[in-house]
């Protein structure tokens, strides 16, 4: 890997003006505004920053010394056949147990016995179908009424989103039209980023990355009612949608953040334009829209799990449950008879904004072997993302065992974001939970945690809980989660649809002889397919309408430890790649690995075999030292 670049972070002073804005904001709201609000508002000392601060960077990201771009694939024979049967295996394998153990039951001696055995396995699976189908339907009354979520944010968060201004969201008005639900999302191929563009007026053109089909970008100087900048804000960092559930005195809060946006975005927001209507995407307050897969698809997909579960324990896994119901596997033994809990230790980092002290307790867990040195390969916690579980991982995983033989690594198994019908949906501090008892219970040495797309928000989480010695997110959503793009995949289907419509509207040869048509329905299809079998599956589309948002688990790129490497694919269409790589840069130490070409999970696939081994590259680079003596 390149050698770390030398990192000096820029000044950061309150300035005069700064102070007179202030009071002036403060005077502004008459006598009404009372001392504790002042107080719990006043922006942090040191933490105004001029617009020079922003730099080149923004605009030269990809030249920066701590950034590695990939251009073109890699491939390994070795690895390319193995995925290949492996894939074969945990796809065909299950059909093919089920289809033998259909012809065992329904065989006979004569042709009426066949029959008969057969269409009594027809009505068993019948009933089965029928009573799954109830059993879900509970499920999904019980997850739909949940509301369980609070928050109350600090200034420090609202300074957080101040600073976006210089690297991920540079146009105020374009990202709030961003979350509209009227805001045609993406096609294959297309990241757009046209809220950080703040000359553009209009459409892209078509072959272009940030195209956006049919939507006509805001200007600068267009009106803007102060209602809409206030009701996305009221989701955002209170996950409400009236003035009454968050109280007067939050919602006098909100008035004086809006001036603060005003002021750092050079926006106005007038009360006396005509109120347009803006349907946002407010993803924790609609209906799950869940859709029933049948037993026979859940049957299968516990199948995959099933072969992949095999397929660890000949690597040497063995699978735990942990207390929080969560369960693992780990090529390690548990060490309890030899743990014990010693003091709490802790570490007082301060932030590079000078925000105060924070006091976390470190992720790292009692050494059990007390030969053990610096020179042994760094522990790993591995979470996995949206899918099917550790299955597409496994090459992955073999990859990191044969670059460091002996290496201990321990996987967290999500069966409610696996389509394997889970009775429960964890809390992330559950999931997080799990991965301090690994740490502890295994005697993980500050182990590094490594996460793949959902994955990454339980390294988000624990890195928010504790502090994390190295880091490794590949397509991370949790970075810069206030963006739409993430959020937006919820919608993408009904916006397609409707965009795909429109066109289909327009008749003629002309639309038929459309090569870029007949693409959008193809992509069509997979979208109504992704959402069929993955997004609207109980347990998904509960872990992603009910379990977060993105004012509570984002992963600020402030939280991130130095030693951390963040993996962006430059067509996911879950993330704005570009808007991550600039945020990750300015307020981070962390490297930076940028696959040109690539889309969502990409790096897994065989042709990702060079990624994969410039992630492993980093892990062997990773010093495996506790932090217990700091």
């Given at each position: 890997?390149?050698?770390?670049?030398?990192?000096?972070?820029?000044?950061?002073?309150?300035?005069?003006?700064?102070d007179?804005?202030?009071?002036?904001?403060?005077?502004?709201?008459?006598?009404?505004?009372?001392?504790?609000?002042?107080?719990?508002?006043?922006?942090?000392?040191?933490?105004?920053?001029?617009?020079?601060?922003?730099?080149?960077?923004?605009?030269?990201?990809?030249?920066?010394?701590?950034?590695?771009?990939?251009?073109?694939?890699?491939?390994?024979?070795?690895?390319?056949?193995?995925?290949?049967?492996l894939?074969?295996?945990?796809?065909?394998?299950?059909?093919?147990?089920?289809?033998?153990?259909?012809?065992?039951?329904t065989?006979?001696?004569?042709?009426?016995?066949?029959?008969?055995?057969?269409?009594?396995?027809?009505?068993?699976?019948?009933?089965?179908?029928?009573?799954?189908?109830?059993?879900r339907?509970?499920?999904?009354?019980?997850?739909?009424?949940?509301?369980?979520?609070?928050?109350?944010?600090?200034?420090?968060?609202?300074d957080?989103?101040?600073?976006?201004?210089?690297?991920?969201?540079?146009?105020?008005?374009?990202?709030?039209?961003?979350?509209?639900?009227?805001?045609?999302?993406?096609?294959?191929?297309?990241?757009?980023?046209?809220?950080?563009?703040?000359?553009?007026?209009?459409?892209?053109?078509?072959?272009s990355?940030?195209?956006?089909?049919?939507?006509?970008?805001?200007?600068?100087?267009?009106?803007?009612?102060?209602?809409?900048?206030?009701?996305?804000?009221?989701?955002?960092?209170?996950?409400?949608?009236?003035?009454?559930?968050?109280?007067?005195?939050?919602?006098?809060?909100?008035?004086?953040?809006?001036?603060?946006?005003?002021?750092?975005?050079?926006?106005k927001?007038?009360?006396?334009?005509?109120?347009?209507?803006?349907?946002?995407?407010?993803?924790?307050?609609?209906?799950?829209?869940?859709?029933?897969?049948?037993?026979?698809?859940?049957?299968?997909?516990?199948g995959?799990?099933?072969?992949?579960?095999?397929?660890?324990?000949?690597?040497?896994?063995?699978?735990?449950?942990?207390d929080?119901?969560?369960?693992?596997?780990?090529?390690?033994?548990?060490?309890?008879?030899?743990?014990?809990?010693?003091?709490?230790?802790?570490?007082?980092?301060?932030?590079?904004?000078?925000?105060?002290?924070?006091?976390?307790?470190?992720?790292?867990?009692?050494?059990a072997?007390?030969?053990?040195?610096?020179?042994?390969?760094?522990?790993?916690?591995?979470?996995?993302?949206?899918?099917?579980?550790?299955?597409?991982?496994?090459?992955?995983?073999?990859?990191?065992?044969?670059?460091?033989?002996?290496?201990?690594?321990?996987?967290?198994?999500?069966?409610?974001?696996?389509?394997?019908?889970?009775?429960?949906?964890?809390?992330?501090d559950?999931?997080?939970?799990?991965?301090?008892?690994?740490?502890k219970?295994?005697?993980?040495?500050?182990?590094?945690?490594?996460?793949?797309?959902?994955?990454?928000?339980?390294?988000?989480?624990?890195?928010?809980?504790?502090?994390?010695?190295?880091?490794?997110?590949?397509?991370?959503?949790?970075?810069?989660?206030?963006?739409?793009?993430?959020?937006?995949?919820?919608?993408?289907?009904?916006?397609?649809?409707?965009?795909?419509?429109?066109?289909?509207?327009?008749?003629?040869?002309?639309?038929l002889?459309?090569?870029?048509?007949?693409?959008?329905?193809?992509?069509?299809?997979?979208?109504?397919?992704?959402?069929?079998?993955?997004?609207?599956?109980?347990?998904?589309?509960?872990?992603?309408?009910?379990?977060?948002?993105?004012?509570?688990?984002?992963?600020?790129a402030?939280?991130?430890?130095?030693?951390s490497?963040?993996?962006?694919?430059?067509?996911?269409?879950?993330?704005?790649?570009?808007?991550?790589?600039r945020?990750?840069?300015?307020?981070?130490?962390?490297?930076?690995?940028?696959?040109e070409?690539?889309?969502?999970?990409?790096?897994?696939?065989?042709?990702?075999?060079?990624?994969?081994?410039?992630?492993?590259?980093?892990?062997?680079?990773?010093?495996?030292?506790?932090?217990?003596?700091?």
């Amino acid at each position: 890997m390149d050698d770390d670049a030398t990192w000096t972070a820029s000044s950061r002073r309150t300035t005069d003006d700064d102070d007179a804005a202030a009071m002036r904001r403060s005077s502004s709201h008459g006598d009404g505004l009372d001392d504790a609000l002042m107080r719990r508002y006043r922006p942090s000392e040191g933490f105004s920053e001029t617009e020079e601060t922003a730099g080149g960077m923004n605009e030269e990201w990809s030249t920066h010394a701590r950034v590695r771009a990939r251009v073109g694939t890699r491939w390994h024979p070795v690895d390319a056949i193995g995925t290949a049967a492996l894939t074969m295996v945990w796809a065909v394998g299950p059909a093919m147990l089920a289809m033998r153990g259909l012809r065992v039951v329904t065989s006979g001696r004569t042709k009426d016995a066949r029959r008969f055995k057969r269409r009594a396995a027809l009505a068993a699976y019948v009933l089965s179908e029928v009573a799954w189908y109830a059993s879900r339907r509970a499920v999904k009354r019980r997850y739909d009424a949940d509301d369980n979520m609070t928050a109350d944010p600090t200034r420090v968060d609202f300074d957080r989103f101040l600073q976006l201004r210089h690297d991920a969201v540079r146009d105020f008005k374009s990202f709030l039209y961003g979350w509209t639900k009227s805001w045609t999302n993406t096609w294959a191929g297309v990241s757009p980023s046209f809220y950080d563009k703040p000359e553009s007026t209009t459409t892209s053109p078509s072959n272009s990355r940030v195209s956006t089909p049919g939507l006509e970008v805001p200007r600068a100087s267009t009106p803007c009612h102060r209602d809409h900048a206030k009701d996305f804000l009221r989701f955002g960092f209170h996950d409400a949608l009236s003035a009454e559930e968050i109280g007067e005195q939050k919602e006098r809060e909100l008035d004086l953040f809006i001036e603060e946006i005003e002021a750092r975005w050079n926006v106005k927001f007038d009360d006396g334009v005509e109120k347009e209507s803006f349907d946002f995407m407010f993803h924790t307050k609609e209906k799950l829209g869940a859709l029933h897969q049948p037993l026979i698809f859940t049957a299968w997909v516990n199948g995959i799990a099933g072969v992949a579960g095999l397929a660890l324990r000949s690597l040497g896994f063995r699978a735990y449950r942990g207390d929080s119901g969560c369960w693992y596997w780990a090529n390690c033994d548990v060490v309890m008879e030899d743990w014990k809990q010693n003091p709490s230790r802790t570490l007082t980092k301060k932030t590079r904004y000078g925000r105060g002290r924070e006091t976390r307790e470190v992720l790292c867990g009692d050494i059990a072997d007390e030969t053990s040195s610096s020179d042994d390969a760094k522990p790993i916690i591995f979470v996995h993302g949206l899918g099917v579980g550790l299955a597409p991982y496994l090459p992955s995983i073999v990859h990191l065992l044969k670059s460091k033989p002996g290496r201990k690594i321990a996987c967290v198994t999500l069966p409610h974001i696996s389509m394997r019908a889970s009775k429960t949906v964890p809390e992330l501090d559950q999931m997080v939970s799990t991965v301090m008892e690994i740490t502890k219970k295994h005697a993980l040495r500050s182990p590094a945690l490594y996460g793949h797309s959902f994955g990454s928000f339980v390294v988000a989480r624990a890195c928010q809980m504790y502090f994390v010695s190295s880091v490794v997110l590949v397509d991370p959503v949790a970075v810069c989660l206030f963006l739409p793009q993430t959020v937006g995949i919820l919608y993408q289907l009904s916006k397609s649809w409707t965009e795909f419509k429109s066109r289909a509207s327009e008749g003629g040869l002309k639309v038929l002889a459309d090569a870029q048509f007949w693409r959008e329905g193809r992509w069509l299809i997979y979208f109504f397919l992704r959402d069929y079998f993955l997004l609207r599956e109980i347990g998904v589309t509960t872990a992603l309408r009910r379990k977060f948002w993105w004012a509570r688990y984002n992963m600020w790129a402030e939280d991130l430890p130095p030693d951390s490497l963040i993996v962006l694919e430059s067509n996911d269409l879950l993330i704005d790649a570009e808007a991550i790589a600039r945020h990750v840069l300015r307020q981070s130490h962390a490297r930076i690995i940028y696959q040109e070409g690539f889309s969502h999970g990409e790096a897994y696939f065989p042709w990702g075999y060079g990624l994969r081994a410039d992630i492993a590259e980093f892990f062997d680079g990773l010093p495996n030292v506790s932090h217990s003596a700091v």
